[in-house]
C-alpha cells in the first residue's frame, strides 16, 4: 500500500484531499463524479521554419520529450497551401498529449518551477479559457523548464501547452485551476 501512495503524484493527492471538498462545497455538487478534474495535458509547437531547416523538427521533437517526458507525434500538413510553400505531407508541427500521472507531474513542475522562471512575472492571464472549461498558456521560452540545457538548443522556441478539464463552465476550471495553484493574474477584469 505505502507503494502505491509513494508513486501517486503530489499534486493528485492534493486533488483528491484538499480540492475536491472544497469544490463540493463551494459549487454544490451531489456526487464527488460531478467535481471537474484534469482530463490532459496538450503541447503543440509549430514548426514553420522546418521548410527551411530540415533539423528543426527533430530539435523541437527533443524539446517537447525533454519536458514531457514522453516522446510527441509529428504533425503533417492536411492540405497544400501555395502562400505558404506548404505541400500536402510536410512536417509543420510537433504535438503530445499528457495524461494520467505524466500529466499531474508536468502541471505541478509547471506551477511551481517553471511559472515562476519567467522574467518579470506576474500571473497568468484568465481570459485564455475557451467557453467549454479548458484554459491554453502560451509559453515563450523553452529554457523555463530547469530539464532543458540552454547550451544544447539552436534557437529560442515558443509553444502551447493547453489544460483540459471536464468542467462544465470557465468559472468552475478557473476555481479548479487556482485551487491546484495556478499563479493567476488578480483583479483582472473577465469578459463572459
Known amino acids: ?10 499534486l493528485l493527492n492534493m486533488y483528491r484531499q484538499d480540492i475536491m471538498p472544497k469544490m463540493i462545497e463551494e459549487f454544490g455538487y451531489k456526487s464527488p463524479m460531478q467535481v471537474p478534474k484534469l482530463q490532459k495535458v496538450v503541447f503543440n509547437v509549430g514548426v514553420g521554419e522546418s521548410l ?8 523541437v521533437v527533443r524539446m517537447i520529450s525533454t519536458i514531457s517526458g514522453q516522446k510527441p507525434v509529428v504533425t503533417k500538413a492536411r492540405n497544400s497551401l501555395a502562400g505558404f510553400k506548404i505541400r500536402e505531407g510536410m512536417s ?4 503530445a498529449t499528457l495524461r494520467s ?4 507531474e508536468f502541471v505541478d513542475r509547471l506551477i511551481n518551477v517553471a511559472l515562476p522562471r ?9 481570459k485564455s479559457f475557451d ?8 509559453i515563450n521560452e523553452q529554457v523555463i523548464f530547469p530539464e532543458i ?19 462544465k463552465s470557465d468559472q468552475e476550471a478557473l476555481r479548479l485551476l487556482q485551487l491546484m495553484g495556478f499563479p493567476f493574474i488578480q483583479n483582472q477584469n473577465r469578459q463572459n
Open 149 to 167: 540545457d540552454y547550451a544544447q538548443i539552436d534557437k529560442l522556441r515558443s509553444f502551447q501547452v493547453t489544460v483540459v478539464t471536464s468542467a
Open 52 to 59: 527551411t531547416n530540415s533539423n528543426a523538427i527533430e530539435s
Open 131 to 138: 467557453g467549454r472549461g479548458n484554459y491554453s498558456l502560451g
Open 1 to 10: 500500500m505505502t507503494s502505491k501512495q509513494a508513486t501517486t503524484p503530489t
Open 101 to 104: 500521472k505524466r500529466m499531474y
Open 118 to 126: 519567467i522574467r518579470d512575472f506576474r500571473g497568468i492571464p484568465t
Open 92 to 95: 509543420i508541427g510537433v504535438m
